[in-house]
Every structure is written in structure tokens, then in C-alpha cells.
């Protein structure tokens, strides 16, 4: 246990060593003040010069939703950005024979920023929320998009070469994303033409609350996991 907290350390002193990344760490606080007084400014004043009761009051929960998603994936995109260098440098085969080892390695540069990711997203959407979640949701839907930025570290790190290759990827990896936006727009025959985006089950669940839509999003993210974790490994281990 010793070893993955020094090792968790030394990932997180990595992190304050990129301006670039600093500054994607603090984009959700910066998203949440934004979504949190400058949406419902731009509501007043669009409705008011229209002459309507509401425009956007209809995608709160939307913008909610997406200010959830993000904040675990740009921790996510930091810790593969962060790998991919180790990578490089061939740390990760070194480390793996400390006591550290492979298993110690994945615990401290996934499963803790996971966890770190998991409470931020509940506190990002708790101070920063312009609509009303229950506790209970909240917890669902933040566990849901963790996993969900899980894929995208797994797809950063297995099919990039280098960093610049990885902040590509991580651009596309942000496909996978856009079913949550499907039930806000689209009509029920049509979206599941998504329905092999996990992001499209945890919109679905966060709309209705359908504790099918629940296990819909997590075996579909599971899948993907287990799709991806495969590639990930056979790469660690290269």
C-alpha cells in the first residue's frame, strides 16, 4: 500500500508539471461557474426578449449532465496523458518489477484518479447544478460517467504512440460521448441507432430514472471496458 500511495504522488507532482493539464483540471470548476450563473442569465434574457416563459429551462438537466461527464473525463484524459509519457520512457516495465508491480501501478494512475474523479463529479454537480438532482441520482450518474471516462483512458493509452497522438484521441474518444445528447433531441424510433453508446443509457437513465436504463448503460459500459482493457494490457505488457 506504501508503494501506490508514493506512486499516486509522484503522478499527481507529473500533473502539476503541465500547465496544459492544470488548466484541464480546473476546467470543470471554471465549466460549473459558467453553466451555474451564465445559463439561467442567458434564459432571462432570451425569454424576455422573445416574449417566452422558457427556451432553455427544457436542457438544465442536459447541461447538467454534460458538466458530469466532462469532469471525470478531463481527470481521465490527464492520467492517460501522464501514462503515455511513462510509457515513453519506459518507467511503467521498470516500475512493474519494483514492489510496486503492474498491479500496484494500475491501482495508482487508474482505480485512485477514478476514485478522485467519482468525488469531484459528485461535488462539481452538488455546488454547481442549475437543476434538481436527488441524492441517490447524483451518486448513479456520477459512478456511470466515471466509468464511462474509463473507456476513454483505455482508448488514449492503447492506441496512441505519443502524446500528440493521445490528445487526437482523445478529441475522437469524445464521440462516445454524444448519445447523452440523443433523448434530449432526437425521437425514441431513432435513438437506438445509438443504443451501443453507453453514453446513450446514462442520458435515457438521467431523463427518466428507469432503473433499466441503469443496467442497460452499465453493461454497455462494461462491455466497452472489457473490450478495451484487453488492447490496454497487451500494450503494458509490451
Known sequence: MNAIIKSFKIFVKELTKDGMIIMILVAPFIMGTIFKF?????????????????????????????????????????????????YDLNLINHLSVTPLGKRGY????????????????????YVF????????????????????????????????????????????????????????FLEEDVEYFFMFLPSLWIGKFTIDMNAMYFIFALLSVLIWIFILYKKFIKKLSK
Open 38 to 86: 451564465g445559463i439561467p442569465f442567458l434564459e432571462l434574457k432570451l425569454t424576455t426578449y422573445f416574449d417566452k416563459e422558457y427556451i432553455l429551462t427544457d436542457y438544465y438537466l442536459l447541461f447538467d449532465l454534460l458538466l458530469v461527464v466532462l469532469t471525470p473525463y478531463f481527470i481521465s484524459f490527464a492520467a492517460s496523458m501522464t501514462m503515455l509519457d511513462e
Open 106 to 125: 494500475l491501482i495508482s494512475r487508474i482505480i485512485l484518479p477514478l476514485i478522485i474523479a467519482y468525488f469531484m463529479a459528485l461535488f462539481i454537480l
Open 129 to 184: 447544478s442549475i437543476s434538481t438532482w436527488t441524492l441517490l441520482m447524483m451518486l448513479l450518474i456520477s459512478f456511470l460517467t466515471c466509468l464511462l471516462s474509463l473507456t476513454s483512458t483505455l482508448i488514449v493509452f492503447s492506441y496512441s504512440n505519443n502524446k500528440i497522438e493521445g490528445l487526437a484521441l482523445a478529441k475522437l474518444s469524445g464521440i462516445i460521448m454524444i448519445g447523452m445528447f440523443v433523448p434530449f
